[in-house]
């Protein structure tokens, strides 16, 4: 597909680098010469300096015989702009990224003059899957699926602790629960486990289970962790607004520290429930005196990533139960590995699985597409997609084991009527289900009619 | 350095070489030319051979940067000569290995320079293949390579030889991915040739002959198949080639535009206009001064000058008759002529119009800044600024480009030649023209030059085809370091 990217930042790099992989005709439009050398340099794509909204640069960028048109830039009137411009030069699809809250409703009164496809706010998703995290503190990622009936959760082994050295079949005698292991993170490589897989410390493992046995999972694995009742956010960015909001209606006590004044003042507005500090959160003894040892969580959210790990080292050093850290950056992640009570979250990620969700549905060509979610883990090497089961999925109602699923693919779990299966060889597909599937980023899947090997003659 | 990569494009390279080399092959075997036969087969075997040996070296990282991207540019373009020069050894047809080397290059560099005096006794294969290594080397090896492998042409480092082998101050592509964009201009390159191998024959030309021309043409190469080059051959087929002399001049990405309807554009291509009027500007000109020796024959004198300013320009090097009997204002016209070049993006070589264009406006800028101190002004292109750092290489080219140029004089000037001799034959082959003026004029060759000055001037052309830089870099200190064993992050 032909698809033009208005914003090199660090979301439309990623988004870049993604859907150039999937092997998509791109072309990044930017202003910023030095943004787009990165990708002129190590990506197969076309780059054009420029404004991104100007209709004869998007003409040159082939806008009109377009596909998809993504517009991320910094501004979200460019971007609106940009899709704008582009929908009537003729480009079949539109999304932009915006971020301030203000503009929802504009977008819902101009939505026939925008036609827009799909309107993404990173800031907003980031906000939501720490929400996640903080209601389950003992995973340090949470994805959920089937609309939050089904979860995959990351929960690390440790070294000496009964998980470790456990091989998988042992596992699920000893939870006395249905869970199943999808994906291992060992030494920066994620695997894949079959039947004979064992379990080592310092494995991050990635468990499909229903939601309503989290709970229990926790307790036969021994993390349980206090209710997190007080959280401390540093930097009163876009996700603090975003996050601020969701804690204090879940009746939590929420701190954030800011260091501008003007940022302050606006927060207090906007969060009356929330204790807004004028000071910098940088200063660990300013971090002391608001409490730090006393709070439950500890997220940092300034625009500056190192600000951000080191204020979260020193939380972690003092014992701060849960400690979340936004990184913006792309080449952190490699060596920024979650731990035990640390997440690592990434706002741009998380953008770039919803637009690539859009991508593969869009190529998929029909009507209506069956893929509802597609989640990027383990920094984008795995993905787990939701499908939903209809009657041109092939092997319905055929026993799972008799049905060839290709290697490398995982059923992790079939929701059915509210109900959350962790499949075995004996259950089978059925019309209406939605089915969670895991596998390798690489098998680029768009259908779940792609999972199986030999596609049966209709 | 990501040395294992290099060894792996070298590898990928010379079985590609392989593969183009079968055609002649064939042709030797058709023609019972057993020597031929032999030299070809032994040729492609072995390359076959060192491309399999070193293909144990598996790369454990497979991205490379712009230094890798220079250093296998220079290195496929070195290594593509040695091996192409060994069936003109080992059949016989030329004695000397460095002679074979100074052919092959020139080839592939689509100089045209020949150390031959006598070629119509060549066999055919051999002939053939001389004049297709003009249509390789023209649009370029790796560019071929970047459109049929996969391995290489899927990858986001590509540009880095993609910029490093075509032509110009500034290398965009025409779409998205390199290995497309590849296939364009190697399918505008081909249909091209084809249309004018077609046009050739409907003139009447033998079919070997129409090929082989061809080829040299839309290599801006200039062997001929003939001893007097293009003389002998009709009116008709000396204007085809003129005219496709010029259009293979032409920068490539101005043609796709064409295929896509966008005429505006290519008629407000500041650098085509300027090719064109210096093309006009010099057929006129020349043409006033060889009237009286051509008897006022107007017709005559028209499509000889224009020939000979096509030839020149586009640095083709093919000539119908001997223009060193010309007056000196031509001479001199005609060197101005070399160094200007064709236009950036085509096959052409010399320093290339956009350059000088941008090299005038850029003086310009900067006179007029004397007398404005704080003034900003940005040297513009087809109404687009131009980066500083595309105007900081331009000088600096155009400083490697005389530094070369003077030492290249001050060693030809051990042979003892006349001055014009030697500054000519460092022109031709610099800027990959082929015929100079003197010893080394349309009716004679480089044959009288000694090991030394043919290796200089082989060097010569190689630094003209790659523009400099990539050749130069291999003697750059620091390029060859190794880094030290470590995990490798990849992001």
Not at chain 1, 37 to 43: E, F, K, R, V
Not at chain 2, 96 to 120: H, K, M, N, P, R
Request: aromatic share 8%.
């Amino acid at each position: 597909m032909k698809i033009v990217i208005i914003g090199d930042g660090k979301v439309g790099f990623t988004l870049t680098q993604a859907l150039s992989q999937e092997g998509h005709d791109l072309t990044v439009i930017d202003s910023h010469r030095g943004a787009l050398s990165q990708a002129a340099d190590h990506l197969d794509v076309m780059v054009m300096e420029g404004n991104g909204a100007s209709a004869s640069l998007q003409r040159e960028a082939g806008v009109p015989s377009a596909d998809l048109l993504i517009a991320v830039t910094s501004a979200d009137e460019t971007n609106l702009l940009c899709c704008m411009v582009g929908r009537k030069l003729g480009c079949k699809h539109t999304i932009a990224r915006v971020r301030s809250s203000e503009y929802l409703e504009a977008q819902y009164l101009l939505r026939d003059e925008l036609g827009l496809s799909m309107s993404v706010n990173p800031e907003k998703i980031a906000a939501r899957e720490i929400f996640g995290l903080l209601k389950f503190p003992s995973f340090t990622k949470r994805e959920t699926f089937a609309k939050g009936r089904a979860q995959i959760v990351a929960i690390p082994v440790h070294e000496g602790s009964k998980l470790d050295g456990m091989p998988l079949p042992q596992l699920y005698k000893a939870l006395k629960i249905r869970v199943l292991i999808c994906a291992v993170e060992r030494e920066g490589e994620v695997i894949i486990p079959d039947g004979s897989f064992v379990l080592k410390g310092g494995d991050i493992m990635h468990v499909t289970a229903p939601a309503s046995d989290l709970v229990t999972l926790i307790k036969v694995l021994e993390l349980e962790k206090a209710r997190i009742r007080s959280v401390m956010l540093v930097g009163g960015s876009r996700i603090a607004v975003h996050l601020g909001k969701m804690l204090c209606d879940a009746g939590m006590q929420v701190k954030i520290i800011e260091k501008d004044y003007d940022k302050c003042m606006q927060l207090g507005d906007m969060l009356p429930d929330a204790i807004i500090t004028h000071a910098d959160g940088t200063s660990f003894q300013t971090l002391l005196n608001e409490g730090l040892e006393t709070v439950g969580a500890l997220i940092t959210l300034t625009n500056i990533d190192e600000q951000n790990l080191v204020i979260s080292m020193y939380g972690s050093h003092l014992g701060v139960p849960k400690v979340i850290t936004k990184v913006n950056r792309l080449d952190y992640e490699d060596f920024m590995r979650d731990s035990n009570n640390e997440s690592i979250i990434s706002p741009r990620i998380q953008v770039s699985s919803d637009i690539l969700r859009y991508v593969r549905s869009m190529e998929n060509r029909k009507d209506e597409s069956s893929m509802v979610a597609l989640h990027r883990m383990v920094g984008g090497e795995v993905e787990a997609l939701e499908f939903r089961v209809n009657k041109d999925t092939q092997y319905l109602d055929m026993p799972l084991i008799d049905v060839p699923v290709s290697k490398g693919i995982l059923v992790a779990a079939i929701s059915r009527r509210g109900q959350v299966i962790i499949p075995r060889g004996d259950d089978h597909f059925q019309e209406g289900d939605s089915v969670v599937i895991v596998t390798r980023s690489d098998r680029k899947l768009s259908d779940l009619n792609d999972i199986f090997d030999i596609q049966p003659q209709d | 350095m990501n040395y294992r990569m290099i060894v792996r494009m070298l590898s990928i390279t010379l079985r590609i070489v392989a593969l183009l080399m079968l055609p002649a092959l064939v042709i030797a075997m058709c023609c019972h030319e057993n020597a031929a036969v032999l030299a070809f087969a032994v040729t492609i075997l072995l390359m076959l051979f060192i491309s399999l040996a070193t293909n144990i070296f598996k790369p454990q990282k497979t991205t490379f940067y712009a230094r890798e991207g220079f250093v296998i540019t220079a290195l496929v373009w070195i290594v593509l000569s040695a091996v192409g020069a060994l069936p003109f050894y080992l059949s016989g047809s030329i004695k000397s290995y460095v002679d074979c080397l100074f052919e092959t290059i020139s080839g592939f560099t689509t100089t045209g320079a020949s150390i031959l005096s006598e070629v119509e006794s060549l066999p055919y294969s051999i002939l053939y293949w001389r004049s297709f290594t003009h249509w390789v080397g023209g649009m370029g090896v790796l560019v071929f390579l970047l459109a049929v492998s996969t391995y290489a042409g899927g990858k986001g480092d590509s540009m880095f030889i993609m910029r490093a082998e075509s032509p110009g101050p500034q290398v965009s592509k025409l779409v998205p991915r390199t290995m497309q964009t590849a296939r364009i201009l190697y399918l505008i390159y081909t249909g091209m040739t084809v249309l004018e191998i077609i046009l050739l024959l409907l003139g009447g030309m033998p079919i070997f002959d129409a090929v082989t021309l061809s080829f040299g043409t839309a290599g801006t190469g200039g062997f001929a198949v003939k001893n007097d080059s293009i003389m002998s051959y009709s009116p008709y087929l000396q204007w085809v080639i003129t005219v496709f002399m010029i259009l293979f001049g032409v920068n490539f990405s101005l043609y796709y535009l064409i295929l896509l309807r966008s005429f505006g554009r290519v008629w407000r291509d500041e650098e085509l206009r300027f090719y064109l009027s210096v093309i006009l500007v010099s057929v006129i000109i020349i043409t006033l001064c060889v009237l009286p020796s051509l008897n006022g024959n107007v017709s005559d004198s028209v499509r000889h000058a224009a020939f000979q300013v096509a030839s020149i320009m586009t640095t083709t090097g093919y000539c119908t008759l001997d223009y060193e009997i010309w007056p000196q204002l031509c001479h001199v016209l005609l060197m101005t002529l070399m160094v200007i070049g064709a236009c950036a993006g085509s096959t052409g070589g010399g320093v290339k119009c956009s350059r000088i264009l941008m090299l005038f406006k850029s003086l310009r800028v900067e006179t007029q800044r004397l007398l404005h101190p704080n003034m900003i002004r940005p040297v513009k292109m087809d109404g687009k600024a131009v980066p500083d750092s595309t105007i900081r290489t331009l000088y600096a080219y155009f400083g490697v480009y005389c530094m070369i140029a003077l030492s290249t004089v001050l060693l030809l000037s051990l042979e003892g030649f006349t001055f014009e001799t030697s500054v000519s034959a460092m022109l031709a082959c610099l800027n990959n023209i082929g015929p100079g003026f003197n010893v080394v004029g349309p009716a004679a060759n480089y044959g009288s030059f000694s090991v030394f000055s043919k290796l200089l001037l082989s060097f010569n052309m190689l630094a003209g085809r790659l523009e400099i830089f990539p050749i130069l870099l291999l003697f750059a200190p620091g390029i060859w370091t190794r880094a030290p064993k470590q995990k490798t992050h990849t992001f």
